[in-house]
């Protein structure tokens, strides 16, 4: 309402109409004709003489009103006060967030566009070494194809000349004088040269590329897709999600007072927590319980296919474990007896956990046995079921008598650093990571079925080693070695029956 219309004597809500009573029902509200006949019609009204009326609302205006008013004034310049700086703080968040952002994918275009020319000039480079290759193949089979076309003519021509000559004189037959013998003396030469060299088998070989896998980039796309959301009260913010990594694995890490449950997370972590826990997001697959959680696990969601514990302060019982989980990891500190493993794991991992193991530790439906970086207990308590056996860089010494003689397959994973004597006649398949042992002759064991060097394994040999001459090899695709190829992602298929047993082949399944 306006200045003019809070002086004058006209009604509040009919401005042309003059008040005329006081509504006493409706708290002394002011009233024309119109208000009496309307919204006030039937209420009480005293008149606007009434002295003891006036006194009353006068005081009221004056000792309760008046004060209700500065208090609401002050309240409302607080109010204000609160909504500039909050909204000035919003503003601050939002240029830097904006920056930030700026930044970061700034950062990310530049990373993932020279990892994009990175790999599109090792591309360039195989393939144009390829095509070399293409060419010297092309060049030297169609010389060899001209140089034999020409052989052939050549001893066509000889026979036709010997049909007409059959007659005459021997001594004219184009062999039989200088000219044509030298002729026949270089073919037969060119001939013989080209046999030997396709039996050496001379002709280079290609560099093959293994196709790109793009599920290598899924837990990249994970961690950009967790890492930055916008929130309905800030504008765009890093969720300052803490995260751990743990044996190549991204983890996010769980806080009780914020909310996950709509985040598309694979990889979780818990720590000790007040509150008990009744879900994750049915996302997670790879559940981390860090040291002192102890809380029950009847929350782990049928998605988590791999629970890795630390020293956890709850006491695991058999029906503890979802069924669901199939890969085990038991990490340092652990303290617990094994005998809460459920029947469905069947690959367990042990770190340097404090529990002393025994024969009867492990249950008999694991199958795969991982043995991680800093492991120091004997290798007694491997069940026979168990039959691939891997390795990282463990403490305990090993000995011919460590492996247990049902184990068939055995993985030495990056940095082991121990001689390799101890492997067993049992073994029949070997496969090296990038160990940190340095192999000599006489290394690697002769009654091996399968060989096969992997992810990374970096340690280079020659045509001369003599480790490779006691084993002879399948051929799957010829790879060249020269006198500092490196073996990386070989496998080799060993056949006595070949003799072939310096060449290397390359895996191609």
């Keep these: 309402m306006s200045n003019n219309q809070q002086n004058d004597t006209k009604c509040l809500d009919h401005p042309n109409e003059d008040i005329i009573l006081i509504c006493s029902t409706c708290s002394n509200t002011p009233v024309c004709i119109y208000c009496i006949t309307d919204t006030h019609n039937g209420h009480n009204f005293k008149n606007l003489n009434d002295i003891n009326l006036r006194n ?73 070494e390829n095509k070399e290759v293409n060419n010297i193949i092309t060049t030297t089979i169609e010389n060899n194809i001209n140089n034999i076309n020409n052989a052939i003519k050549y001893n066509n021509d000889i026979n036709n000349n010997n049909d007409i000559n059959n007659n005459n004189d021997v001594n004219n037959n184009d062999v039989y004088n200088n000219n044509g013998f030298i002729k026949l003396l270089k073919h037969n030469h060119q001939c013989n040269n ?27 796309k994970d961690l950009t897709n967790s890492y930055l959301e916008v929130f ?173 003689a049902t184990v068939t397959d055995l993985y030495l994973k990056g940095g082991f650093n121990q001689p390799l004597s101890f492997i067993p006649p049992t073994v029949q398949k070997l496969y090296l990571q990038n160990i940190k042992y340095q192999l000599k002759p006489g290394s690697i064991p002769n009654h091996l079925t399968n060989l096969q060097f992997y992810n990374g394994f970096s340690q280079r040999f020659t045509k001369d080693d003599q480790f490779l001459e006691s084993i002879k090899y399948r051929k799957r695709k010829n790879v060249s070695i020269d006198d500092t190829t490196p073996i990386n992602t070989l496998d080799y298929q060993i056949a006595q029956d070949l003799d072939t047993p310096k060449t290397l082949y390359k895996n191609c399944d």
Excluded: M
């Excluded at 709509?262 to 009744?278: Q, R, S, T, V």
């Excluded at 956890?312 to 029906?319: A, C, G, N, S, V």
């Design 194 to 220: 080209l046999l030997s060299n396709i039996n050496k088998n001379n002709i280079p070989e290609y560099k093959d590329t293994q196709l790109i896998q793009e599920n290598n980039f899924d837990p990249i």
């Design 232 to 404: 309905d009260d800030i504008s765009l913010v890093k969720k300052d999600l803490k995260i751990l990594f743990s044996y190549n694995s991204i983890f996010i890490i769980y806080e009780e007072w914020r909310d996950i449950s709509h985040l598309e997370i694979k990889n979780l972590a818990i720590g000790p927590i007040e509150c008990f826990l009744k879900t994750i997001p049915a996302t997670v697959i790879k559940l981390l319980l860090l040291d002192g959680f102890n809380q029950p696990l009847n929350f782990i969601p049928p998605t988590v296919k791999k629970l890795s514990l630390q020293n956890i302060k709850y006491q695991l019982t058999p029906d503890s474990i979802p069924a669901t989980v199939i890969k085990l990891l038991l990490l340092d500190g652990f303290n617990q007896p094994l005998n809460f493993i459920p029947p469905t794991v069947q690959w367990l991992y042990l770190e340097n956990i404090r529990y002393q193991l025994t024969p009867d530790s492990i249950p008999a439906t694991v199958t795969r046995l991982s043995l991680l970086e800093g492991f120091n207990q004997p290798l007694n308590f491997i069940p026979p079921t168990v039959q691939s056996l891997y390795l990282e860089n463990i403490k305990y010494q090993l000995t011919p008598d460590s492996i247990p």
């Design 56 to 128: 009353q609302i006068q005081q009221d205006f004056k000792n309760q009103t008046i004060p209700n008013l500065i208090k609401c004034l002050e309240n409302n310049k607080k109010i204000l006060d609160e909504s500039k700086n909050h909204f000035k703080n919003i503003q601050d968040k939002h240029t830097k967030n904006f920056d930030k952002t700026l930044n970061i994918f700034k950062e990310l275009k530049y990373i993932i566009d020279a990892k994009e020319n990175d790999i599109k000039r090792l591309l360039i480079n195989k393939l144009d």
